[in-house]
């Protein structure tokens, strides 16, 4: 018998606990920096030192951080289950949990991109300073989709939903599109599970159990009866 296919949809609070700072709580990224500023084309345009001094500090933040247990259960999922993971997170903990098929929507933080040629992406674990090119000679930017910018990896990711058995939310606001309207893509009948210590409205969802707990003890909950399941 074929397995039955799990989708996780996460978020910054599933890095929460790793020591990443979320976007909208009250500690939160969004109220140190203007969105518009660090995280849009224009604000590249009109100041890219600024942009690559966030994203740097971002990148060193990655790189001193590690998996949690919310990481680490998801990973456990593909011990029975069909996993894709579409994370709204630019880190890598979920790869370094174990998960294999990783779907990131709004770019990773240890790429870099050519600012001339989107296609031009580079591994990149120190900081990207001006002047540092690509190959056509063209100023590198981190790989991160910037609001106002096309999400090149959400209709994938709507396919996978699309096919999912179960769904799992986690960590998330759900108030950034295209990325919060992939719900509308999962079938009425699958169970949906979502982990968050402030659950986000999902009055519209069916058959739909929230957990109002942090990933670290919501997620392995979640897993162990899953994996009882099969
Ligand atoms: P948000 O900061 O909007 O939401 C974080 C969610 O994580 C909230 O619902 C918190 O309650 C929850 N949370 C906090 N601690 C948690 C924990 N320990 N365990 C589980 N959940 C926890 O982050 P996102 O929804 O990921 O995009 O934000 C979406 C996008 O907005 C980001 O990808 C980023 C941002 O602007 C871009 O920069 C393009």
Redesign the pocket.
Known sequence: MSRKKIVVLT????S??SGLR????SD?L?EEHR?EDV?SPEGWKRNPELVLDFYNQRRRDVLNAKPNK?HKAIALLEEKFDVVVVT??IDNLHERAGSTNVIHL?GEILKSQSTVDAKLIYECEGDILIGDKCEKNSQLRPF????NEAVPMIEIAAKEVSLADIFII???????YP?AGLINYIHPTVPKFL????V?DVSHVRNITCIAK???EGLPQIVEVLLKQV
């Open positions: 978020g910054a609070g599933v929460a606990e979320t976007f909208r709580d939160g969004w969105i995280a919310g709204q997170n709004h991160i989709v910037w609001f986690v960590g998330t606001s759900l108030q950034v990325a982990v968050d210590p402030n986000p942090k990933g670290s």
